[in-house]
């Protein structure tokens, strides 16, 4: 299979990218970033693009799966209009090219919680792309609702914090459909997912993600 990656220089995209080139099934990864992530493989391609002019780039978009890992937090995006452009203008013009040039598979990184009708912004932006990339009928679609993220050197002292709190109600037995996943574990979940589910959408909770 080829691989089309957006998203690949996060914590998550990183070890997904990792993964792939790893993985025999995976004849070729190419990932689509803003500026080169200095890794260096056979089987890899960089293609260093401007994300706000999608058409200048969409005949590179070809391939058998795309994963979306791309997304920010509102702090380091600056504004809810800066972050909806990266967490949903981004993948949704992605994938609308994908589709028109008959990649089959869409495996895409969502959040818990993740509602069209939340109240939330984050949780109701990630939920409305959901929404929106079903209606671009993949033959399969695969969306990752984890928890929170255990990223390896993160400098997100509220991310730290909220982790080690989890822990702790984790170990009494509470919350454990919040249980902190490593993004190297996601990762690995990732790569596998398009190769044992079947066609169609669909949605892996945490519990669902543990088992895969």
């Known amino acids: 299979m080829k691989a089309l990656v957006i998203g690949a220089t996060g914590s998550t995209g990183k070890e997904l990218v990792d993964k792939l080139l790893e993985d025999q099934d995976y004849t070729s990864v190419s990932v689509f970033v803003r500026r080169s992530f200095g890794k260096s493989h056979p089987k890899l391609t960089e293609h260093i693009v401007d994300f706000s002019d999608p058409n200048s780039f969409q005949n590179l978009i070809t391939g058998d799966v795309l ?3 791309i997304g920010t937090t509102l702090k380091d995006a600056g504004s809810k209009e800066k972050q909806w452009k990266i967490d949903y203008d981004i ?6 090219i994908a589709v028109k040039n008959q990649v089959k598979s869409l495996v895409l990184v969502s959040s818990y919680g993740a509602s069209a ?11 409305e792309l959901e929404e929106y990339l079903a209606k671009l009928n993949f033959p399969q679609y695969i969306i990752f609702r984890p928890g929170p993220l255990i990223r390896e050197n993160t400098d997100r002292l509220g991310e730290k914090i909220s982790i080690k709190i989890i822990k702790v109600f984790n170990s009494v037995g509470l919350f454990k459909n919040l249980k902190p996943i ?5 990762a690995e979940k990732l790569a596998k997912a398009p190769k044992v589910i079947s066609s169609g959408t669909t949605r892996l909770e945490l519990k669902s993600i543990l088992k895969l």
């Open 67 to 69: 994963f979306s890992c």
């Open 91 to 96: 993948p949704a013009d992605f994938s609308e």
């Open 117 to 127: 009708k939340s109240n939330v912004f984050y949780s109701k932006m990630k939920g």
């Open 182 to 186: 490593t993004t190297e574990f996601l």
